[in-house]
């Protein structure tokens, strides 16, 4: 199988390129210029105009499938807010219209945890209220509502929590964004985790998780015209300080002591609040959590000596 993933230079973009091409022939597209990438007979490295029809046509030529990642972050949708609508539609419109012109069996979008209601006090699934207060959400209902209109039988939509895990040191800027990584690198560069809102409630999700259940989306037809809560643990702020603090006073190599600061009063969480999904026989594994945690604090200790 054939995949063409867009906005490959991101993040999330760069690592499922990565760790996708050990099962299927990957096309990474990128708007910006495509540094020199380590070989691999297994990716093509493409940059591509997303608001051009045209060459979206041309780069999807013989693709089986597509991952949609291509829009703005939350906070530059707040600065641009007509802006990042307008790009969103049109960027999804196009890649669906390549997509039929192609034949391409198979289109996965990228959407967000983000755009419910009331996610800091309810337990959520995939009929829970949607949050259009704001423009990121804004952005992803409309490209969920223009996929599911489009005669394209074979989509799948995500909607994802919080994606942490394998850090890339060569793509810093988007990784200091994330909250644990964030939470992560300061408990070894400093000592500390500093927590402003600690009972602010997320939920957060491993990259390896994602990335199995991608790879099941791919090939599994049970998964098409769905859309998919994808999501692991509910924690508050605190509460995931609390758990990279006590991950690291299991390593027997790391002595230093890990102090938490906050400076307002600590509430527990909801003992019901979940992020839960509809849609049975998701891959999860618990283990999973600690094991991605461990993995980061493991590279953030090595780099540090």
């Not at 599994?220 to 690291?248: C, E, H, M, P, V």
Request: proline share 1%.
């Amino acid at each position: 199988m054939k995949v063409f993933i867009t906005g490959g230079s991101g993040y999330i973009g760069n690592i499922l390129t990565k760790k996708l091409s050990s099962e299927f022939s990957i096309i990474s597209g990128s708007q910006k210029k495509i540094f020199h990438q380590k070989k691999n007979k297994k990716i093509v490295y493409k940059k591509v105009n997303y608001k051009s029809l045209k060459s979206l046509k041309e780069s999807f030529e013989g693709v089986n499938a597509v991952i949609h990642l291509v829009g703005m972050n939350k906070t530059d949708c707040e600065r641009n807010k007509i802006k990042s609508l307008v790009f969103k539609e049109k960027v999804t419109s196009n890649i669906l219209k390549a997509c039929e012109y192609n034949n391409v069996k198979k289109l996965i979008y990228l959407s967000s945890s983000q755009i419910y209601k009331n996610f800091q006090t309810n337990s959520i699934n995939e009929k829970s209220k949607i949050d259009k207060g704001n423009f990121y959400s804004k952005g992803h209902i409309l490209a969920e509502k223009k996929i599911a209109k489009e005669v394209l039988n074979h989509y799948t939509i995500i909607r994802a929590s919080n994606i942490f895990g394998y850090l890339d040191f060569k793509r810093t800027a988007e990784q200091k964004k994330n909250l644990v990584h964030m939470f992560c690198e300061e408990a070894i560069t400093k000592n500390t985790i500093r927590v402003h809102n600690p009972n602010v409630v997320k939920n957060f999700l491993p990259m390896s998780i994602f990335i199995n259940n991608i790879k099941t989306f791919l090939v599994n037809k049970r998964f098409d015209k769905k859309i998919i809560n994808l999501g692991s643990k509910s924690l508050t702020l605190y509460d995931l300080a609390l758990k990279i603090q006590s991950r690291l006073k299991i390593k027997k190599k790391y002595k230093k002591k890990i102090e938490i600061l906050t400076n307002k009063k600590i509430k527990k969480l909801n003992s019901n609040h979940a992020f839960k999904s509809l849609t049975k026989k998701i891959v999860y594994s618990p283990k999973l959590f600690n094991i991605e945690i461990d993995n980061i604090l493991n590279l953030l200790i090595k780099k540090s000596f």
